[in-house]
T-cell receptor, first 117, second 114 residues
């Protein structure tokens, strides 16, 4: 149980394109979902946290208008990278958690490799 | 804020030997600790957690971790390493800010040598 599906796995697109990444909890309802960015051989950098039906909470330094997050249901959150540029190229990973207390573990998607040309 | 430290960058171990990946924590209050593993180009997989109870926690794939309050440590262990255990391992602690998010360590690359 606790499967999180992230789509697409790879995206290669031209500079200026907007890219949407989906994160779905397949067999549980996710009270909270998280979006991370990871650089090679480094730890995860939290970008934002979202609760179903609420506005996302962004970490300091993350542009809200650049990285649009929607958490429309208890099983789906989306991250849209608007007008992507080469510096946005990275590995983006989502996670989902059943509870709001943090006692339960986060379950992660397999990530999206984004390459902007 | 809560934090964890993983002091080593890389851990090399021969196949069949015991594997230990170190983690120390700094928290106010009781720690909620987690271990995750990441394979190349994949997301993180949950291995185990400590919330309360027995100090020795057993998890997936034969891993276990020992919570040591006096040493503020939560080291991950496996009695006999497999080549397939080669991966990036992350220790994490629940942070009470920001929807009880996780604060991750920098990660440890484990290389199991055949």
């Amino acid at each position: 149980g606790a499967v999180v599906s992230q789509h697409p796995s790879w995206v290669i697109c031209k500079s200026g394109t907007s890219v949407k990444i989906e994160c779905r909890s397949l067999d549980f309802q996710a009270t909270t979902m998280f979006w991370y960015r990871q650089f090679p051989k480094q730890s995860l950098m939290l970008m934002a946290t979202s609760n179903e039906g609420s506005k996302a909470t962004y970490e300091q330094g993350v542009e809200k208008d650049k990285f649009l997050i929607n958490h429309a249901s208890l099983t789906l959150s989306t991250l849209t990278v608007t007008s992507a540029h080469p510096e946005d190229s990275s590995f983006y990973i989502c996670s989902a958690r059943r509870d709001s207390s943090g006692n339960q573990p986060q379950h992660f998607g397999d990530g999206t490799r984004l390459s902007i040309l | 804020a809560q934090s964890v430290a993983q002091p080593e960058d890389q851990v090399n171990v021969a196949e069949g030997n015991p594997l230990t990946v170190k983690c120390t924590y700094s928290v106010s209050g009781n720690p909620y600790l987690f271990w995750y593993v990441q394979y190349p180009n994949r997301g993180l997989q949950f291995l185990l957690k400590y919330i309360t109870g027995d100090n020795l926690v057993k998890g997936s794939y034969g891993f276990e971790a020992e919570f040591n309050k006096s040493q503020t440590s939560f080291h991950l262990k496996k009695p006999s390493a497999l080549v397939s255990d080669s991966a990036l391992y992350f220790c994490a602690v629940r942070d009470f800010y920001g929807n009880n998010r996780l604060a991750f360590g920098k990660g440890n690359q484990v290389v199991v040598i055949p």
